[in-house]
Nanobody, 122 residues
Framework: QVQLVESGGGLVQPGGSLRLSCTAS????????MAWYRQSPGNQRELVAI???????NYADSVKGRFTISRDDAKNTVYLQMNSLKPEDTAVYYC????????????????WGQGTQVTVSS
């Protein structure tokens, strides 16, 4: 019914930049929040940044001042601009969104993308 498709990952040198994109498609009534998580080997998945339907944003302390989350509601797309990348930013980045798919109940369901690899290395 609903798919989240990420793009933009890759290999970048320390200090470099990448921009991730995630587009939601399918039977979407509305989207509440859109967020980015990441997971590196041996670690739990952690929240990187979140953008609510009201436009407020929140970031993990480790990325504040370096990453910027934004969304285009007309395109059901969320972006993550990552600057001044560090080796410790290396991880699989996942898109997450809370979406209403049933017009009758207006119940919200979480959906996840398949993940995109970001590797920061010289």
């Amino acid at each position: 019914q609903v798919q989240l498709v990420e793009s933009g990952g890759g290999l970048v040198q320390p200090g470099g930049s990448l921009r991730l994109s995630c587009t939601a498609s399918g039977s979407i009534i509305s989207i509440n929040y859109m967020a980015w998580y990441r997971q590196s080997p041996g670690n739990q998945r952690e929240l990187v940044a979140i953008n609510t339907s009201g436009g407020s944003t929140n970031y993990a302390d480790s990325v504040k001042g370096r990453f910027t989350i934004s969304r285009d509601d007309a395109k059901n797309t969320v972006y993550l601009q990552m600057n001044s990348l560090k080796p410790e930013d290396t991880a699989v980045y996942y898109c997450n969104a809370e979406i209403v798919v049933d017009r009758r109940t207006l119940r919200r369901y979480p959906y996840w993308g398949q993940g995109t690899q970001v590797t920061v290395s010289s």
